[in-house]
């Protein structure tokens, strides 16, 4: 399961939060609990965090979509990935 994946079942059940059960519940609750504790970032200088949110907010994006592209692009650039494969 994708963090996009519980998110949406997330925002799913909050709209139909009467209409769902209360074992439905938490089970959504303890996946995004699992995936939130399973998390792991990656510690940044504070000037590059400060410039990736900066970035990111003028693409209006957040910041773990600007690192994929960023990754995306040298791994493309430096022929580590094929550019097809998105």
Not at 6 to 13: D, I, N, Q
Not at 27 to 35: K, S
Request: net charge negative; proline share 2%; no cysteine.
């Amino acid at each position: 399961m994708t963090r996009q994946s519980v998110a949406e079942e997330l925002e799913s059940a909050a709209d139909r939060i009467a209409d769902t059960s209360r074992a439905d519940l938490q089970i959504i609750l303890r996946r995004a609990a699992l995936m939130l504790r399973n998390v792991a970032g990656v510690p940044l200088e504070s000037a590059t965090a400060d410039t990736l949110d900066s970035i990111a907010a003028e693409m209006k994006i957040g910041r773990s979509d600007l690192i994929q592209i960023v990754l995306r692009e040298w791994l493309e650039s430096n022929a580590y990935a094929n550019p097809n494969d998105r």
